[in-house]
């Protein structure tokens, strides 16, 4: 057993003594001096030899029970006898507590900026006030500066934009894929924007992005012939999402007496949140179904006229009898005979056509395109038997669902398997036989095959740029949408 003096529970490690202990209301207030062998000039790092005087600092620091603790510190200040040094005298610092210019403690300096990351200003100070530690939410913010960029990029970069404030306006979020954490914070996700970061920061060798077209865009801009394009091919949102749509697009086709009870209300001035409301779909649900996309689908070709269309209508027709119904598939078809229509012309003709196939009327409420879409991605074998019934049904009810779920899991097989060598055959195939969105979202991989290529090879993956854009939501919500974006952009940065 070892006796515990004041000093070694107040300041342990430090060459302090304790000279009195005062209780005032709240504050328990310590007077206390430095005893250690003298310090060393921060100039030429000689230590002194004498003292020149001393002087009373005050310090605050962490909580003591139910008092904030302030150290009255009696400092000294000492001669720097070196000749060829520049400076005369210095403040000693108690290393571990005292640091030049600051009132906190070093201790109460790092859980303010704990805080201040986890919580922000506002938030940050009233638990401040609740814990008894002295932060008031300047001396918070202050904590919160973000950490230098770093000369070169990482080798293995991820990039991905989030939304600042609903959807609205966008900034791009940078990380370290092999170290996991952020890197830089930018402003936007302009083309120009990421491009000048990765030409100011350059080293980057793979870079894990989005399929969005603006990284797209500066990262050819950028690379070297020699860089290895890696799409986020293997992340979980990513890679989904496109069938998502896909899948969803199909399925609401199939559902149009929704679509056309949310146009009803949409006439009627309702705003998109009360439809939503009404007919118990989220918000997003409802704008899809407004959308303008949508409303071309449905609309007959007699409404809209297809002018650009009518020297090739036979040979759509002939098509279609043959088997072909692929709008995707005549689309090209048509290109090679001098068409010069857009590929929406021909789709909603063939759509019109086909609206005779018959969809058998439902008894049940019909499973939702995310649902469906979230069968089809899980791995066979783990659906539960009711789920894979549906799916069954679904599959039985729309043929498009049936090379849909086929194409995904072949798809999803590839990313499993990083079977990169096989995507061009799945894309011929996609484009020959798949429904038109599929047809659609495989001619995007087309043109940006060696990355797509890439991200089916490689093992890197872009789910840890995922989780910080989660994260930069989590942060988003906790500064109601007041914060800078210096602020943001720290917080962000300063991942505890
Ligand atoms: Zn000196």
């Avoid at 709240?26 to 001393?54: F, K, M």
Wanted: glycine share 6%; aromatic share 6%; with cysteine.
């Amino acid at each position: 057993m070892k006796t515990e003096t004041l000093e070694d529970v107040l300041f342990p490690g430090l060459h302090l003594t304790v000279r009195q202990v005062v209780a005032v209301d709240d504050d328990l207030i310590i007077d206390a001096a430095g005893c250690g062998p003298p310090g060393r000039c921060p100039q030429c790092e000689r230590p002194a030899t004498r003292v020149h005087s001393r002087y009373w600092r005050r310090i605050a620091g962490s909580p003591v029970g139910r008092h904030t603790m302030i150290v009255r510190l009696s400092v000294r200040r000492f001669f720097c006898d070196q000749r060829q040094c520049r400076r005369r005298t210095f403040a000693e610092q108690a290393e571990g507590l005292t640091e030049p210019r600051r009132r906190c403690s070093a201790a109460l300096r790092s859980a303010l900026k704990a805080v201040a990351v986890e919580l922000g200003g506002r938030p940050g100070q009233r638990l401040c006030a609740k814990l008894r530690l002295h932060g008031r939410r300047t001396a918070l913010l202050e904590q919160l500066t973000a950490p230098a960029v770093p000369d070169r990029a990482p080798r293995i970069l991820g990039i991905d934009e989030f939304a600042f404030r609903r959807g609205r306006t966008y900034g791009t979020v940078l990380v370290d894929i092999e170290t996991s954490r952020p890197v830089d914070v930018l402003p936007d996700r302009e083309t120009s924007t990421v491009a000048a970061w990765l030409s100011e920061q350059p080293g980057a060798e793979i870079v894990c992005r989005d399929r969005l077209m603006a990284f797209t865009k500066a990262s050819a801009r950028q690379s070297p012939t020699h860089w290895r394009w890696q799409i986020a091919g293997t992340s979980s949102r990513t890679s989904r999402q496109p069938w998502r749509r896909s899948v969803a697009d199909i399925v609401t086709a199939c559902d149009s007496p929704r679509h056309r009870e949310v146009n009803e209300l949409v006439a009627t001035g309702m705003s998109l949140s009360a439809i939503g409301r009404r007919l118990r779909l989220d918000r997003k649900t409802v704008r899809r179904y407004r959308n303008k996309d949508l409303d071309d689908l449905f609309a007959s070709a007699q409404d809209r006229g297809h002018g650009v269309l009518d020297p090739y209508i036979d040979h759509v027709q002939h098509r279609f009898k043959a088997g072909c119904t692929s709008s995707m598939q005549i689309y090209r078809e048509l290109l090679a005979l001098g068409y010069t229509g857009g590929y929406h012309v021909v789709n909603r003709y063939v759509m019109t056509t086909r609206k005779g196939i018959a969809v058998p009327a439902r008894t049940a409420p019909p499973p939702s395109p995310r649902t469906i879409t979230s069968w089809i991605m899980r791995p066979q074998g783990t659906l539960s038997p009711s789920d894979a019934a549906q799916l069954e049904a679904a599959r039985n009810a729309c043929p498009e669902i049936v090379s849909v779920c086929d194409l995904a899991r072949e798809f999803t097989d590839m990313l499993r398997h990083r079977r990169g060598h096989q995507l061009r055959s799945w894309i011929q195939k996609a484009e020959l036989s798949g429904p038109d969105a599929i047809g659609v979202f495989a001619d995007s991989i087309r043109q940006d095959l060696k990355a797509v290529t890439a991200g089916l090879t490689l093992p890197y993956s872009s789910g840890i740029v995922e989780g910080h854009v989660n994260r930069i939501k989590t942060i988003k919500r906790q500064m109601y949408g007041r914060a800078s974006f210096t602020l943001l952009r720290a917080r962000i940065l300063l991942q505890p």
